[in-house]
Structure formats: structure tokens, C-alpha cells
């Protein structure tokens, strides 16, 4: 077992700024005497998990953990990974959450937790609509970042105006968040927050939905911080990089 937590140490010294690392750059990362740690180098690279490369030699991760990373990624359960930040953000507000992810030109809901309260707002997990209406829909597209075309092809059929919807993008970008009003169901008022897969792209959005009576202005600030602050844990979760807000 000490092996195996030596041999993860040495796993974890690499990163994105530092793909490669010498035998001495590592040894000044794991707490390990210079045998030692040669042992392991050996073994990892024997199993896959580091090559060694250039001269003077240093290594980076191999293909094992290339092979690993893709069998993470593809069984991953975004609803499953995503249900305690959405039980907390429903913990806290009291409102109805749901997790919606991109599908083409649309969102689809794939986790909701309704409103204990008895005037509430739910769809319905399967539940679907373009992703230039509603909150959450544009809290995705904001990110996606598309061309007038793109735009135009997406709000084809619908009534918006295209100058408009840009500035709303726009603006989505520059808070972090998109809110909603009437929009899609009378009196229903929702925040939605984006979150980012491994590679840093948007992969859906997380969305509170309540009546307009509870959500004024100043609760919609909170609840956009809330969302914020959880759907970061969430892209982290999910394998977003680095620590603090994404890139937006």
C-alpha cells in the first residue's frame, strides 16, 4: 500500500504547466530517496503510466493514463456527479434545480429536484427546448459563443430579435449568469449559471426556477452567486482544471 501512495505521488507532480519533469525536478516534489524513486520511475514506465523522453531524460504520463482518463469520461454520470451541488443549491433556496446539458440546438433536463413549496415551477426531467429560450438555454449559448449565422440558424422560427439576443449573450458573459422572466412559463422567474467539461468547453447549465413573488431582484443575486459558486465545484468535479471562476 506505502508503494501504491509513492507511485500516485509521483502521478500527481505533473500538470498542465508542467507536463515534464526530471528525475531531480520530481525529487523535489515527493517526499522519496533517489533509489526509491527510480524504482517506481521504472515500474510506472514499465506499466504504461510514464514515458521517459530527450536527453537528459524526463518524463511525462503515459498511455495508461490517457486509457484511464477516457474510461472516466466516457461512464461518467453528469446527473450523479452533479446531484449534491444541486441538492445544495435546493437546500438553500428552497426552489426548484435543475441540471440541463447541450443537445444539439437544444437543452434537454437530465436532473430536477422540485420546489417543496406549494407555489412552484418544474418541467421535468427529459424535458426539452431550444437553447435560445429561457435562462438556462442562454447561460449555455453565451459560452458557446457563436457566429450572427449560428445565431440566426438557432432562433430560426422563433420571434426573437437577433440584436437583442446578442446583447443578452453579451451580458451573459460579462456577470457569469443568465436570468428569465415570463419567458417560457407566466410568472416563472429563473438564474442560470454554465458549467465546463475537462477541455474547458461548456457542457450544460444549472437553473433555479421560482415565482416571481419570492425571486426579486436582490434574491436573484443571490441565488446567481449561489449557482456561481456551485456550478464551479461542479465543473471541477467534472474535470475542469484550474481552481477559481472559468474563463468566460
Known sequence: MRAVGRALEILLAFTEDDPELSAGALLKRVDLSRPTLYRLLYTLEE???????????RFRLGPA???????????LDVGAVAEPVLRRIWQATSETVALHVLQGNMRVCVAELPSPQPLNFKRGVGHTERIVRGATGRAILAYLEPTREQLR???????????????????????????SRSELIPGAVAVAAPFFDSNGRVAGSIGVFGPEVRL?????????NLILEESLKL???LGFGKPGKPAR
Open 65 to 75: 493514463v490517457a486509457k484511464l482518463s477516457h474510461v472516466w469520461k466516457s461512464t
Open 153 to 179: 440558424v438557432c432562433a430560426q422560427g422563433t420571434d426573437l430579435d437577433l440584436k437583442e439576443l446578442e446583447s443578452e449573450l453579451s451580458a451573459t458573459r460579462k456577470r457569469g449568469y443568465s436570468t
Open 216 to 224: 426579486d431582484a436582490g434574491r436573484q443575486k443571490a441565488i446567481a
Open 235 to 237: 465543473s471541477e468535479a
Open 47 to 57: 506499466s504504461g503510466f510514464l514515458v521517459s523522453v530527450g536527453e537528459p531524460q
